[in-house]
């Protein structure tokens, strides 16, 4: 019944939205998406891939606690590069290679969530 997912939503301190836009439109290259009217009351704020594809929702909690252990894992078309954009960032990287058949890294954005970025390798 399940036909795909719609997004991830991951939590925020309150007043974090300009830090967030900054990292997630800034080496990620999302773009911003407009929350409703009756939900961007409440704060955070949403992202989307260019193609729409991926999305993810930060919303304001209050008392914050970032998401260490749970996590979204983003599939990476260039993730050497990603790598090096979020170090120049100052983002952590830290490569994990105990998946097979799959080069990845974790990061964090700037208020602590855990990010897994992953890259299938290619038989050649």
Not at 7 to 36: D, N
Not at 48 to 65: C, K, M, N, S
């Amino acid at each position: 019944m399940l036909a795909a997912l719609d997004h991830v939503q991951l939590a925020a301190p309150p007043a974090s939205e300009e830090t967030l836009r900054a990292f997630y439109t800034g080496p990620l290259g999302m773009t911003e998406i407009p929350k409703p009217p009756v939900l961007g009351a409440r704060g955070g704020c949403w992202f989307a891939t260019p193609d729409g594809t991926v999305q993810l929702h930060l919303g304001i909690e209050d008392p914050f606690r970032p998401a260490q252990k749970a996590h979204p894992g983003l599939r990476v078309t260039d993730i050497d590069a990603l790598a090096g954009r979020l170090a120049a960032h100052g983002a952590p990287v830290v490569w994990d290679d105990h998946l097979p058949g799959h080069r990845r890294f974790y990061s964090a954005d700037p208020v602590g969530n855990r990010l897994e970025f992953l890259q299938p390798l290619t038989l050649t």
